[in-house]
């Protein structure tokens, strides 16, 4: 890949990071839900951590967002279901990512 | 009676202009450095957060940049000094003696630079900021003209042609017999 010197910017990675940064707000909607639940054992603790580094991720991402145009306001982009893909579909997937979030890193 | 006039002795009236003179020098500079340290942490911070953002990107897409010499001048952003001047040259020396608008450069510059403008504010900026300026720039040197008079008028849109000064009845006699002989 050769570095271009125009600093160009396309809709499509406008629209890629868009997409990024609604996959972070859906998993961080669902987490806030379930911390609010208080679950038993270490669960709370591995739920607010992972919480902790996905908003790092949100800010790198709003940050970069707004390094792309500074008048966008990625605060108003949705939530997307699709962040829990990787663990598959339905209550099964919302297991396996927390039994993925129980585990030692 | 006229009030009695006071003179200031010329070493320290003169002193005093110098130190006067520094202070306004060092408060610019003191503004100016407190300017850099606002943009240089605001770079710092937008630096974390790109370098984030590309690693998350990189490590989705197996790819990485780690070989990539990730320094680039921006000012060069049209690939080399010179080179948008030399473009916007190049099509009003093919237009000539007809003008062309800014807006006709414009997309110009955009098809042959490769530039994609997403939409008409990114049109805008690349045609107030970097177009304008430049035919702005070659006016003042003399090597373009422009077209337009904007009194009385409504619209805005700059017709721009290359300048070439008129050729006199003496010079065409010594091209013809620069071309007869």
């Known amino acids: ?105 | 009676m006229p009030a009695m006039r006071t003179r200031t002795p010329p070493d320290l009236k003169w002193v005093l202009n110098e130190l006067a003179a520094v202070n306004g020098e060092l408060a610019r500079v003191e503004q100016a450095l407190g300017r850099f340290q606002a943009r240089r942490e605001h770079l710092a911070k937008t630096q974390a957060a790109l370098q984030r953002v590309a690693t998350e990107l990189a490590g989705a897409a197996g790819a990485s940049f780690a070989s990539f010499d990730l320094s680039v001048n921006t000012h060069e952003r049209w690939t080399g000094r010179g080179k948008l001047r030399n473009c916007l040259r190049q099509a009003l020396k093919d237009a000539y003696p007809a003008g062309l608008s800014t807006s006709v450069l414009t997309d110009h510059v955009a098809s042959v630079f490769g530039i994609e403008l997403p939409n008409a504010a990114e049109r805008k900026r690349l045609m107030d900021n970097s177009v304008r300026s430049a035919l702005t720039s070659m006016r003042r040197r003399g090597e373009v003209e422009p077209l337009h008079d904007f009194k009385g008028m409504a619209s805005r849109s700059g017709i721009w042609r290359l300048y070439r000064a008129e050729t006199s009845l003496d010079e065409l006699r010594a091209k013809a017999a620069r071309e007869r002989g």
């Open chain 1, 1 to 105: 890949m050769a570095l271009t010197m125009t600093r160009t910017r396309t809709q499509t990675a406008l629209t890629r990071l868009a997409q990024r940064v609604a996959l972070v707000h859906g998993e961080l909607s669902y987490l806030e839900a379930r911390l609010a639940e208080e679950p038993a054992g270490g669960l709370l603790e591995r739920f607010a951590c992972r919480r902790g580094e996905l908003l790092v991720q949100r800010e790198a991402l709003y940050l970069t967002i707004r390094q792309f145009d500074p008048e966008l306001d990625p605060t108003a982009i949705g939530e997307e279901a699709r962040w829990i893909a990787p663990w598959g579909k339905g209550a099964r997937a919302a297991r396996r990512y927390e039994t993925w979030l129980s585990e030692p890193a």
